[in-house]
Structures are given as C-alpha cells and as structure tokens.
C-alpha cells in the first residue's frame, strides 16, 4: 500500500533561489544562443515529462527557428527526493528523429542517470544530432559523466521546487523556483 502523502507545506515559507523574472532572463538568452546556432535549420525539442514542461513550453517560445516538439516521460523519483539510479521508459517519443536534430530538455541535471540513458535511447534513432537543454544543473550531484550544452543556472545541492518541478507531484505550478526545507513541520 502507498505510503501516505507528506503534509503540505506552503511555499510562502520557502526561500526563493530563483525568482521568475531571473528564470525568464535566462531562458530568453538560451532561446537565443539555439537560435543563432541552429539558423536556417529546423530542430525536435524532446522534454522530459513532466518537470520540463514549463521549461520547454517557456524555450520554444525564446526559439526563433523552425521547431516542433515531442514528450518521453521516465520512472521518477516517486516520493523520495533521492533517485533509485534505476531509469525507466514509461513514455517514448511520437515521431521519428532519424536525421533530425534534437534537443533533449529537462528540468534538472542531477546525478546524470535519466539524461544519459535518454540520450543512449535517442542515438539509437539516429539523429542527425543531439544536445542537451537543461533549466538547472547540480554539477556536485553527478555519479556519470554528462554535460548539458544549454543550462540556464547551475545551482548547489539543495534540493528544489517550482517552475514545474516537483517534491512528491506538488509545487509544479511555483513560478519562480524555491528551496524546499530540509526539515519541513509535520515530517
Ligand atoms: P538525475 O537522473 O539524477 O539527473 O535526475 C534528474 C531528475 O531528478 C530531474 O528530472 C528531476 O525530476 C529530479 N530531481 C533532481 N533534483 C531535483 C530537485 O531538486 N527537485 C525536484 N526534482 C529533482
Ligand atoms: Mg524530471
């Protein structure tokens, strides 16, 4: 039986590590460097579900080229805030890649697990190429070596709501991106 639900926290309470006006600034400067990079072409954004929805449905719109998008979605961390290191397709995409380029999108670069797999999983498509989008990056997390060649903060190792990123399924909807407390009441 499902354990039961932790007791909500409100996030009025959490610190802000990013604000919604810093996230907007970079995801806008993001856009742009994919653009310049990728003029003239046309690219598949591949988010990962769910935590990177916001962050993708934020970049396509900083996206000046021809784009279209695609959704994978993974086992998650459940209710844990650490991974199982076990990675599990639960969705892949809808549409062929070969000979396209992609970009995968993720909410957060942690250990590097889901992102290193996704990437084994897409190269078997055969892209024409593939990159690494990434709203955060927590480099001291890493357990296999994986860069994002588009990252918009990289941030210590605490861990993070908001912007569609979640503890236990909620806070997805937090605009801006807050610390959750390590020690929350009624834990
Ligand atoms: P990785 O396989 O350890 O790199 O896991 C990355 C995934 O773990 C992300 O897509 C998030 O869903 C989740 N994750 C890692 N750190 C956090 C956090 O601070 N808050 C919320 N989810 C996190
Ligand atoms: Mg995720």
Request: glycine share 6%; aromatic share 8%; charged share 25%.
């Amino acid at each position: 039986m499902a354990s039961p639900l932790p007791a909500f926290v409100s996030p009025d309470v959490m610190d802000v590590l990013l604000s919604k006006e810093q996230i907007a600034e970079r995801v806008q400067a993001i856009g742009h460097q994919i653009s310049e990079d990728y003029e003239g072409q046309s690219i598949v954004l591949i988010g990962v579900l769910k935590g990177a929805a916001i962050f993708l449905a934020d970049l396509a719109r900083a996206i000046k080229v021809d784009n279209t998008f695609d959704f994978v979605a993974v086992s998650s961390y459940g209710r844990a805030r650490v991974s199982s290191g076990a990675v599990k397709l639960i969705k892949d995409i809808d549409n062929p890649i070969e000979g396209k380029h992609v970009i995968l999108v993720e909410d957060i670069l942690d250990t590097g697990l889901t992102l290193s797999y996704l990437r084994g999983l897409m190269l078997q498509h055969k892209p024409a190429s593939l990159k690494i989008a990434t709203c955060l990056d927590k480099p001291e997390r890493r357990l296999v070596p994986i860069e994002a060649d588009y990252a918009c903060f990289k941030i210590p190792n605490k861990f993070v709501i908001g912007y569609g990123m979640d503890y236990a399924e909620r806070y997805r909807g937090i605009p801006d991106i807050r610390i959750y407390p390590e020690n929350p009441p009624g834990h």
